[in-house]
Nanobody, 126 residues
Framework: VQLQASGGGVVQAGGSLRLSCASS????????MAWFRQAPGKEREFVAG????????VYADSVKGRFTFSRDNAKTTLFLQMNSLQPDDTAVYYC????????????????????WGQGTLVTVSS
């Protein structure tokens, strides 16, 4: 399974970006996916994900109301719409995939994901 993230860049605080993650078609549908991020000097953290394709979506508290997780199964692409960006959102963003479904609580655990994209850098200037 190959995941290719794109869409990162430099944006001013308050701006928006849309990240995309292209995935292998056979794997994409029916399986859960997520976005994680890692800021300089910090551990990787969960951003948003779903319990399964078409299931519940879970967001980190820090991005609720600002970020929107979505997927287009026909195009086998995952998206992350990021609005009202703040300097604290500066990080490398990774898409991740796994087989099967997870509980809402387990969606945020990076250890449950088998496949990872290469990451795309988002820089938010103040």
């Amino acid at each position: 399974v190959q995941l290719q993230a794109s869409g990162g860049g430099v944006v001013q605080a308050g701006g928006s970006l849309r990240l995309s993650c292209a995935s292998s078609g056979r794997f994409f549908s029916g399986n859960g996916m997520a976005w994680f991020r890692q800021a300089p000097g910090k551990e990787r953290e969960f951003v948003a994900g779903d319990t399964r394709s078409g299931g519940s979506t879970v967001y980190a508290d820090s991005v609720k109301g600002r970020f929107t997780f979505s997927r287009d199964n026909a195009k086998t692409t995952l998206f992350l719409q990021m609005n009202s960006l703040q300097p604290d959102d500066t990080a490398v963003y990774y898409c991740a995939a796994r087989s099967g479904s997870l509980s809402i609580r387990a969606v945020s655990n990076a250890g449950n994901y088998y496949y990872w994209g290469q990451g795309t850098l988002v820089t938010v200037s103040s």
